[in-house]
């Protein structure tokens, strides 16, 4: 959950700066208020976790824990991996485009 927190400090701001951030039409969120998407995220699949993964996990492998501190780490390590590649593929993708409109060194409007 580490690294899962440090890249939301890296370039989400920067990146939300380069993304149409309208939703519905007509309501706009700001690129500073990107990173707290994720962190909602968090609120709701943490208790999906808890109450619905981790007692099927407890019935398939007789543990109380659904799976062991080791499992849970090497998945935890595993999911931040793949986390990780998406967003350098995103961050190669969005970088063409700022490239492709001359805005790589464009100064945000605030």
């Known amino acids: 959950m580490t690294l899962y927190l440090a890249q939301l ?5 920067q ?3 380069t993304m149409d951030t309208t939703i519905a039409g007509s309501f706009h969120i ?3 208020s990107l990173p707290i998407i994720p962190l909602g995220f968090l609120i709701i699949i943490i208790p999906f976790y808890d109450q619905i993964v ?6 398939f492998t007789g543990h ?4 062991t501190h ?3 780490i090497g998945v935890g390590l595993i999911l931040s991996s793949i986390s ?3 967003a ?3 961050e190669v993708k969005r970088k063409a485009v700022a490239r492709d409109h001359n805005m790589l060194d464009a100064i945000p409007v605030l």
């Not at 400090?9 to 701001?13: E, L, R």
């Not at 981790?54 to 019935?59: D, F, I, M, N, T």
């Not at 109380?64 to 799976?67: A, C, K, R, V």
């Open 9 to 13: 400090q890296t370039f989400s701001v």
């Open 15 to 17: 990146q939300g700066h």
């Open 30 to 32: 700001p690129p500073a």
């Open 54 to 59: 981790v007692p099927l996990l407890r019935k």
């Open 64 to 67: 109380p824990t659904g799976i």
């Open 70 to 72: 080791l499992q849970r």
């Open 84 to 86: 990780m590649a998406v």
């Open 88 to 90: 350098a593929i995103m």
